[in-house]
């Protein structure tokens, strides 16, 4: 997958009543290692929503300054620097103070939710398709500079206008604090299977464990393991309570990290809060979304934080987590840790603690974990390998895996 990346904040500027905005943006992996290398050039389409809180959104299209041409990325290109007129959109907004959020996208292989990212195949010929994730950005009034730019992702059954998930990045040249494929290609196969009626015997084993875990009655709780921005957590959080029946009792999704993840974290469960009160229409009872620090080299001596060592968690999540060798040991030993502390918590009734990992392999020397994992007593129960085609390069695949430990 190629993302669509800020790399500074937008300019905004005026002459009179002339309002412009001038963008600045890349479009890579998730790496940040390759640029998108396109056989033919992409059209890209920028536009902007104006909303209020609660209200109606509206979506204008903007046009590039006069005389600038159309807005492509070609193959070979590294950055891009259109400037749009947004004297209308300016116009309208400060006429009844409401909110604008500027997107860029391309026309064609847009990613802009569960069902486009899932689809393997999005061109006529049938030939996988790689895509390309839109970037959002929401402009101050006051014109200043803008920190955080946001990805959307619309939920299966849904529009994109009425329910989706959306998680702030840091803009810039920094690679942290952004979402992963893995974690992505997790959220939406999993939000897939909890939220869309599949046919029990097409769907893969390891999504019909975590579905009957995720959509039972029993109040469940996770703890997710280097969650970065949250995609993966703070996205079910959104998702249990539309799939869970009444009356299922509340669930808890502790999510943590290293400290310095912390900040970002929480800025996304606020608007995942915030998410959840304008839709009051939803009476489901909600789930417990929690931050808590916790680090690997810590969490392998089985130090934990009050949060995560006062439940029992049936289940531990973790995407994109793998593919620093060094810290696998850490992980690992973290995972057992939490077994071990679930095993203490169980008491008489000893159950299985299960793992649901999502890797995107990036090379040989990341299947030490499998031989760690087995070493600790950990046996896989399901593995499922998801195809994630590249624009302009070799497909690529993200595996989740179900691990369970007695
Ligand atoms: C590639 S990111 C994946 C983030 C997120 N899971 C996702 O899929 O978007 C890896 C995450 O692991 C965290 N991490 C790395 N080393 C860690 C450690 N020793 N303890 C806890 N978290 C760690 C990083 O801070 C980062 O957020």
């Not at 909600?286 to 049936?314: C, I, M």
């Amino acid at each position: 997958m190629h993302y669509i990346r800020l790399l500074k904040s937008p300019a905004q500027s005026h002459s009179g009543k002339k309002h412009t905005l001038d963008l600045v943006f890349t479009i890579t992996t998730d790496l940040g290692d390759s640029f998108l290398y396109p056989d033919e050039p992409i059209d890209l389409t920028i536009h902007a929503e104006i909303s209020t809180d609660s209200g109606p959104r509206t979506k204008v299209p903007l046009s590039l300054l006069p005389g600038t041409g159309k807005l492509q990325w070609r193959s070979g290109m590294r950055v891009a620097k259109p400037s749009v007129d947004i004297s209308g959109v300016i116009q309208q907004a400060s006429k009844s103070k409401c909110k604008v959020a500027i997107c860029i996208s391309t026309e064609k292989y847009s990613a802009r939710g569960v069902r486009d990212i899932l689809a393997t195949t999005v061109d006529s010929e049938e030939e996988p398709a790689g895509q390309v994730m839109p970037v959002w950005i929401t402009l101050k009034h006051d014109g200043g500079e803008v920190e955080v730019s946001t990805r959307r992702l619309s939920l299966p059954g849904t529009t994109e206008q009425d329910s989706y998930v959306e998680f702030e990045e840091e803009i810039g040249e920094s690679i942290a604090r952004h979402i992963w494929d893995a974690g992505v290609l997790a959220f939406c196969a999993i939000a897939e299977s909890c939220m869309l009626p599949t046919p029990t015997d097409t769907e893969p084993s390891g999504l019909k464990a975590l579905k009957s875990l995720f959509t039972g009655t029993k109040p469940i709780n996770a703890l997710e393991l280097g969650c970065g921005v949250g995609i993966l957590g703070g996205g079910l959080s959104v998702v249990f309570p539309r799939t869970r029946p009444p009356p299922s009792r509340r669930c808890t999704i502790l999510m943590t990290d290293l400290e310095e993840a912390e900040s970002r974290t929480r800025s996304n469960m606020s608007r995942l809060l915030q998410a959840r009160q304008e839709h009051k229409s939803n009476t489901a009872p909600p789930v417990k979304l929690l931050y808590e620090n916790l680090d690997w080299e810590q969490g392998r001596e089985g130090t934990f934080g009050p949060e995560a060592q006062s439940h029992r968690w049936d289940l531990v999540l973790l995407s994109d987590c793998t593919y620093n060798v060094d810290m696998l040991p850490a992980l690992v030993g973290t995972l057992s840790a939490l077994h071990e502390s679930n095993t203490a918590q169980a008491g008489d009734q000893p159950q299985s603690t299960k793992v649901f990992l999502a890797t995107k392999p990036r090379h040989a020397s990341e299947e030490a974990l499998f031989g760690l994992l087995s070493d600790q007593g950990w046996t896989e129960s399901h593995r499922q390998t998801l195809p994630l085609p590249v624009l302009g390069a070799e497909t690529q695949c993200v595996e989740l895996y179900l691990y369970e430990k007695a």
